[in-house]
Nanobody, 125 residues
Framework: QVQLVESGGGLVQAGGSLRLSCAAS????????MGWFRQASGKEREFVAA????????YYVDSVKGRFTISRDNAKNTVYLQMNILKPEDTAVYYC??????????????????WGKGTLVTVSS
């Protein structure tokens, strides 16, 4: 059974940093793209970033480029989202996702085969 378990969320002041982790288990993810999405209260789910597990190629939504970095640790089956220079508008529940697609396609279609339960990030002003 596939499991994606997020951790690392919390409360941080504007300008601060957080690192989210997504531990993946239950299958081999070498052909998958791993992504991060977020959903703020009262808003639709939004793609944030994705990384191809095999090639390491990445894709970001424009609003986080230069501030967020997605990476993976193949040995630990874990994907990370390093978030710097956080803004109040980054406040949301962040979800880890996995799908057999490209990073760009994941961003465009905004869907995925597998999802984690989410971790809350709150950025205070």
């Amino acid at each position: 059974q596939v499991q994606l378990v997020e951790s690392g969320g919390g409360l941080v002041q504007a300008g601060g940093s957080l690192r989210l982790s997504c531990a993946a288990s239950g299958r081999t993810f070498s052909s998958y793209t791993m992504g991060w999405f977020r959903q703020a209260s009262g808003k639709e789910r939004e793609f944030v970033a994705a990384i191809s597990w095999s090639t390491g190629s990445t894709y970001y939504v424009d609003s986080v480029k230069g501030r967020f970095t997605i990476s993976r640790d193949n040995a630990k089956n874990t994907v990370y989202l390093q978030m710097n220079i956080l803004k109040p508008e980054d406040t949301a529940v962040y979800y880890c996702a996995a799908d057999e697609t490209t990073a760009r396609t994941m961003a465009v279609v905004n869907v995925a085969q597998y999802w984690g339960k989410g971790t809350l990030v709150t950025v205070s002003s």
